[in-house]
């Protein structure tokens, strides 16, 4: 999420960049779509694509270690969110897992997160019954 904000990408691009893995530890084999459900009333379609396929992508840097097809990710080829996803993991997440990176404070995306999760975009809360 440093590195999305820094590079003066979008509010809601930075949400998901900071709750992408929010998954982890509820769901360790299947993280993106926990994170993709949480966040999916409150984001574009495009984000919400995004997150939910960020664990695909991500494993071409290393399905090929544990047995499975690093092209996993050719298989979305034809979506129209593939080039935003394939960005999203080569710009912030492969970068974010540096180490030696400089550390923004948690308190400054606060304020982002507060604004996304008041303003549903779809979901039952959005339309009536």
């Not at 809601?12 to 779509?33: F, M, Q, R």
């Not at 574009?44 to 992508?57: Q, R, T, Y």
């Not at 923004?104 to 959005?126: C, H, I, Q, S």
Request: glycine share 6%.
């Amino acid at each position: 999420a440093e590195l999305a904000a820094s590079s003066g990408e979008t509010e809601e691009y930075v949400v998901c960049a900071l709750l992408h893995d929010i998954g982890d530890t509820l769901g360790s084999t299947n993280h993106p779509d926990v994170a993709a459900a949480i966040i999916e009333p409150f984001v574009s379609d495009s984000h919400h694509w995004m997150v939910k396929h960020h664990g695909i992508f991500q494993g071409y840097n290393f399905f090929h270690h544990i047995g499975l097809d690093r092209n996993m990710r050719d298989h979305y080829k034809g979506s129209e969110h593939y080039d935003l996803t394939e960005q999203f993991i080569a710009k912030y997440d492969n970068p974010a897992f540096d180490a030696g990176k400089p550390k923004l404070d948690l308190d400054l995306f606060a304020p982002m997160v507060r604004k996304l999760f008041t303003t549903p975009k779809k979901g039952y809360m959005v339309t009536s019954v």
